[in-house]
Every structure is written in C-alpha cells, then in structure tokens.
C-alpha cells in the first residue's frame, strides 16, 4: 500500500531564510506527486506536481520540488520565506494506472515564518 | 469562476439525525471525492467518483454514503452521525487523468452532539 510520510508536523523559519519541507512516498512504482497549501480557514490550493520529465518542478508562489527516485523523496523548498508563506502544507501521492481515484495524504507539516 | 461549493460550511447536530453535506463543481469535471481532515491525520479520502454513476470507497468510507446522479454534484450523507464523525469535510474535483491535480472547496465544518 502506497503511503506519504512528512518529516516535522512543524517547521519554523525566520523572514528571509530557506524553507524545506520534507516528503517521502512509499511506492513499488514512483507514484504521481503533489503539494497543496492550506491557508487558515481556507480549503486546499496545488503549489506543484510531478507527473513525468524534468525531476524539478516549479509552482506557484515561487515554491519548487524535486523528485528524486532513488531517495523516494519530493522535498519542497523556497530560497527565501515570506510573512504569506505561513500555511499548513501537505504533501500527496496518486498511483499510477488501477484506479486513478485514490490520493492519499501526508499528515501536513505547518510553516511559521518569523519576522 | 471555477469553482468548488459546499453547502452548508458549518454544521451542528445531534448523534443518529441524518444529514446530507452538498458538493457542487462548475468545472464539468469527471472526478470528485470527498475527505475528512482530523488534526494530526491530515487528510483522508472518504469517496470518490469517476463519472456520473461511478463511485469507490476511498480510506475511511465506514458511515458515509455518496451519490452521483448528475455530474456537477456529488452529495455527502450520514445516515446516522456518530460524534467520532466531527471533522472539517472537503469536496475536491479534477479534470482527466490521474496526473491532475484538484480542486478543492471551501471546506464543511461539523459537530455531532
């Protein structure tokens, strides 16, 4: 069964520094990858994905990802945080071919940023 | 707008008083889910749907049932709420294949008493 573990419930970074937020997926074949950002109140919103290609994968907001295989990794950075960057973010996995329905979650890692 | 509602965004009722949570998409989308998000457990997939008529359980589908009988709307309902079924619910839709990512709603907030 496939599963998504995220490093640290939390994280907190100062304005300014590098963010990294940690993702490994367990999977027999590398599964399709996804981060989603929660704001407060707010519902779920996709910064990036990786479905095939270039291992680096840039999304929204300046956030990018790299999917390394041999690693099952799919870490999410950002060079330098911003006050707006602090969010809950998840990380998520759908695998390929079977039933495409299925996404399963990681339990999300909260992102504080300091001024 | 695209866009993903949920009616109603906040809900309190009581233990064994059925109640259906409304999902509707403006997207003509072929998928919808459903998920519950627990503090700690992040998100977990309730349902979802491929197309009209076409639904599957997802991790947690234990006290829940879904429909979809027309493709924009995908209706959550509890036949007998328990108060371990007090969570935040998202409705979610996505467009083609799996490599898709999705759009979610505003989020359903209910307390069963």
């Known amino acids: 069964a496939q599963s998504v573990t995220q490093l640290g419930s939390h994280v907190s970074v100062s304005e300014g520094a590098l963010v990294l937020l940690r993702c490994n997926y367990s999977s027999s074949v590398p599964p399709y990858l996804f981060w989603y950002v929660q704001y407060p109140n707010q519902g779920l919103q996709l910064l990036l994905k990786y479905t095939t290609g270039a291992t680096l994968v840039k999304g929204i907001n300046g956030f990018e990802a790299e999917f390394k295989k041999s690693e099952t990794s799919f870490h999410l950075t950002k060079p330098s945080a911003h006050m707006s960057d602090a969010a809950e973010y998840f990380c998520a996995v759908r695998r390929r071919g079977g039933s495409q329905g299925n996404l399963i979650f990681g339990k999300g890692t909260k992102l504080s940023v300091k001024p | 707008e695209a866009q993903v509602t949920q009616n109603p965004r906040y809900l309190i009722t009581v233990t064994g008083k059925k109640l259906t949570v409304t999902c509707s998409q403006n997207?003509?989308?072929?998928?919808m889910s459903w998920y519950r998000q627990d503090p700690g457990l992040g998100l977990r997939q309730i349902y979802y749907s491929m197309n009209v008529e076409v639904t599957d359980k997802g991790d947690v589908p234990e006290g829940y049932k879904v429909s979809r009988k027309e493709k924009r709307n995908f209706p959550l309902i509890l036949e007998s709420p328990s108060p371990n079924q007090t969570s935040l619910y998202f409705c979610a839709s996505r467009h083609g294949g799996a490599g898709m990512g999705q759009y979610f709603g505003p989020g359903t907030r209910l307390l069963v008493l």
């Open positions: 997207m003509n989308h072929e998928y």
